[in-house]
């Protein structure tokens, strides 16, 4: 039987059908001297280990490998900010507890590749609905660096009744330290004193997104 190849695959069966480097077969098009481009896929991806690898890449990574190359590094860009935005549009048009794996997603696409800490937060209203997102703070994410005032000040002023708050760990790793508990602590305690909820802070690693609510926290 004839394999097919994936374009055909995808028009056939969809494109949960294909496995990650027939994926981005796909989007690479055509492969090099000597390696097709199911071959060149498979090469890429296990140099950068994982898609969620390839997507963290900077540019300089990118073009290092053999049949990578600017173009393709901001098309790649390209459709990574579209699906940032689609997910964010599902956020708009949904409550957003009743699916928190959008909400995950999200964050995780929005924060999973920057280089330096980040400090967002999702502005609701009282439905749970996303009324905008901010990022408010960057850098180093400490006790010091993260101002509760600020934060309910925003939220004043887009009239928000809840926040789900999201910060970034660029190491990777998602446990949270005593400041990422001191911080949440102290918004909390300021949002109360306003009667609003904080429904959930997450730490976004490279792989893994934690949870302060499902792990008791909040």
Do not use: W
């Not at 097919?4 to 480097?21: I, N, Q, T, V």
């Not at 280990?49 to 173009?71: M, P």
């Not at 995950?104 to 696409?109: D, E, G, I, S, V």
């Amino acid at each position: 039987m004839e394999l097919l190849m994936p374009r055909e695959k995808l028009s056939l069966y969809g494109a949960k059908s294909l496995s990650d480097h027939e994926l981005l077969a796909i989007f690479l098009r055509t492969g090099i001297k000597g390696c097709n481009v199911l071959q060149l896929s498979e090469l890429v991806l296990k140099e950068f280990g994982s898609l969620r690898g390839l997507l963290s890449a900077d540019e300089k990574q990118f073009c290092a490998i053999k049949g990578l190359g600017k173009t393709q590094f901001i098309q790649l860009n390209a459709v990574m900010e579209m699906a940032k935005r689609y997910l964010l549009e599902n956020l708009m048009f949904q409550p957003t507890f009743t699916d928190p794996e959008t909400v995950r997603l999200f964050l995780q696409a929005e924060l999973s590749g920057e280089e330096r800490e980040v400090f967002l937060v999702l502005f609701l209203d009282n439905q749970h609905k996303l009324i905008k997102k901010d990022q408010l703070f960057s850098g180093t994410i400490n006790a010091a660096a993260v101002y509760p005032r600020e934060i309910i000040k925003a939220a004043l002023y887009c009239n928000s009744s809840a926040l789900i708050l999201a910060h970034n760990h660029p190491s990777g790793e998602v446990l949270p330290s005593d400041s990422d508990k001191m911080i949440t602590r102290k918004i909390v305690e300021a949002a109360e004193l306003m009667e609003m909820r904080i429904l959930d802070h997450f730490i976004v690693g490279k792989n893994r997104c934690f949870s302060f609510a499902e792990n008791g926290l909040i």
